[in-house]
């Protein structure tokens, strides 16, 4: 608990990244503290800002119920650090920042009566919040229980809790911050985790070398299969976020009539054109790639249809399905049988739900769910959302949490085919295309969002930031 505050304190004090959550030069920290352990830790925090000279005022919910909780009270009174009497109405100005240390990870019952209303009161005030742990009212397994305290900054121990991660959780959270603060082991139960959030540090060895002398041929050849009439956009913008994954050779097979749309927007690209206007109605045979995207804006004719399961029983290199290829998937159980093992699918919520023939309570419910589809069908589910869930046929699971509203737009999902088909073609095993694709996606857009707004962002603005997050990664 003492290195639990201190960590929390020193990011509060010293971490440049915690500028932004520091009270105004009128304002103060205001620490909520709770009963119990989580509170304990609040109350370490508060003693070590009235140490370090920071204006405090402290607001504890009821009497310690745990030893640890009452030695540190003693301790912050002997500090000399503010403390508001019982009863005392919370004033808060907008300049505060309010510390929530009101409950943890342990917390099992809905919150009700003054912590209810405390949570009222701060979000009321429009202070910036930093919760400790987590924001009170969720548990470590992303249940929530009442009202939860929406934080603007999250301040979790050693590991990431699936609560802060969960998308429906996301502006509850705020920013991550995970401290370490000596408590784990890591190599004793690597063997034992399912869950695993990813950053860019965990691709280093996934990545590829790109040989200097390496031609065309050496980085592979993706093939892109969609488009329909008024949907060419999607096409588009899935083989120009191919283009730039590092794949040595792009052909898009699109419909006669959309092929003129493809090359005039992104001339990089082949293009083969299907006999049919309107709508891919056949692939040809001699049509060659190592992987296949399928999906992006494909339409819902028959003839599509019978496209895809003619590629998925005869599958002419590795499989990406996105969009209206999952789609037929989802009308057509009996196919998920001819799943080739390690194709890729990246349904996003409303998909996925199809491809699962129900709906779900929540996100931890539906992450359930995914990977043990991924498991069943042999398959990589790359489930899209503000955390995408990465369910590998093993069983494991990996967490890329953004949390960008400017990527909720139509044709992200274009891109990210894009860029996984590209990977795909390049040689990299399905997991490995799938954790660096969705990291590379979503890094790109945090990069767009950083410069440019989550408003006034565009997809392509995302394909263009690719070469950007891409050296990145390479760095």
């Known amino acids: 608990m003492q290195r639990a505050g201190?960590?929390?304190?020193?990011?509060?004090?010293?971490?440049?990244?915690?500028?932004?959550?520091?009270?105004?030069?009128?304002?103060?920290?205001?620490?909520?503290?709770?009963?119990?352990?989580?509170?304990?830790?609040?109350?370490?925090?508060?003693?070590?800002?009235?140490?370090?000279?920071?204006?405090?005022?402290?607001?504890?919910?009821?009497?310690?119920?745990?030893?640890l909780n009452r030695t540190h009270y003693e301790a912050l009174?002997?500090?000399?650090?503010?403390?508001?009497?019982?009863?005392e109405a919370m004033q808060l100005a907008p300049g505060d920042t309010v510390v929530d240390a009101l409950f943890g990870i342990g917390l099992d019952r809905p919150l009700d009566g003054e912590a209810a209303a405390w949570i009222e009161v701060v979000r009321s005030a429009?202070?910036?919040?930093?919760?400790?742990?987590?924001?009170s009212g969720l548990d470590?397994?992303?249940?929530?229980?009442?009202?939860?305290?929406?934080?603007?900054?999250?301040?979790?121990?050693?590991?990431?809790?699936?609560?802060?991660?969960?998308?429906?959780?996301?502006?509850?959270?705020?920013?991550?911050?995970?401290?370490?603060?000596?408590?784990?082991d890591v190599a004793g139960v690597q063997d034992d985790l399912r869950w695993y959030l990813q950053d860019r540090s965990d691709l280093q060895e996934l990545l590829h070398a790109r040989p200097n002398a390496g031609h065309k041929g050496t980085f592979g050849h993706a093939v892109l299969v969609g488009g329909s009439t008024g949907r060419m956009g999607a096409m588009v913008l899935a083989a120009e976020a191919c283009s730039r994954s590092g794949v040595g050779t792009v052909t898009a097979h699109v419909p006669g009539d959309g092929l003129p749309i493809l090359q005039a927007a992104w001339p990089e690209a082949m293009g083969s054109p299907d006999p049919e206007p309107g709508h891919v109605s056949d692939v040809p045979r001699t049509l060659h790639g190592s992987a296949w995207g399928v999906g992006p804006g494909l339409g819902s004719h028959a003839d599509s249809a019978l496209v895809l399961k003619r590629l998925l029983q005869d599958p002419p290199g590795a499989l990406v399905l996105d969009a209206?290829?999952?789609?037929?998937?989802?009308?057509?159980?009996?196919?998920?049988?001819?799943?080739?093992?390690?194709?890729?699918?990246?349904?996003?919520?409303?998909?996925?739900?199809?491809?699962?023939?129900?709906?779900?309570?929540?996100?931890?419910?539906?992450?359930?769910?995914?990977?043990?589809?991924?498991?069943?069908?042999?398959?990589?589910?790359?489930?899209?959302?503000a955390t995408t869930a990465i369910c590998a046929p093993q069983g494991r699971v990996f967490l890329q949490r953004w949390a960008n509203s400017g990527m909720a737009r139509g044709g992200s999902g274009d891109v990210l085919t894009g860029v996984l088909t590209g990977l795909r073609a390049q040689g990299y095993s399905p997991l490995a295309a799938a954790c660096i694709g969705v990291y590379l996606h979503g890094r790109a857009g945090a990069l767009v969002a950083a410069t440019t707004g989550a408003d006034g962002m565009a997809v392509h603005d995302v394909v263009e930031a690719l070469p950007d997050a891409w050296q990145e990664i390479r760095s």
């Open 6 to 67: 201190e960590a929390v304190a020193q990011w509060l004090i010293t971490n440049e990244a915690s500028r932004s959550f520091r009270p105004s030069r009128t304002g103060r920290y205001q620490v909520l503290c709770g009963p119990g352990n989580n509170g304990g830790d609040g109350l370490v925090v508060a003693r070590l800002l009235q140490e370090a000279g920071m204006p405090v005022l402290v607001h504890r919910l009821g009497e310690a119920r745990s030893e």
């Open 77 to 87: 009174l002997a500090a000399g650090a503010p403390v508001a009497a019982p009863g």
């Open 126 to 135: 429009g202070c910036q919040v930093v919760a400790v742990d987590v924001p």
């Open 140 to 184: 470590g397994d992303g249940q929530v229980h009442g009202p939860v305290m929406a934080a603007s900054a999250t301040l979790t121990f050693e590991w990431p809790k699936l609560s802060t991660v969960l998308p429906a959780d996301a502006d509850r959270v705020g920013q991550l911050v995970v401290l370490p603060i000596g408590i784990s």
């Open 324 to 385: 209206d290829a999952l789609n037929f998937v989802a009308a057509n159980p009996t196919w998920t049988a001819f799943l080739p093992p390690g194709t890729i699918l990246t349904p996003h919520v409303r998909e996925f739900e199809r491809l699962a023939g129900r709906t779900f309570k929540g996100d931890r419910e539906r992450w359930d769910a995914a990977r043990d589809l991924a498991v069943k069908w042999g398959c990589v589910l790359v489930l899209k959302g």
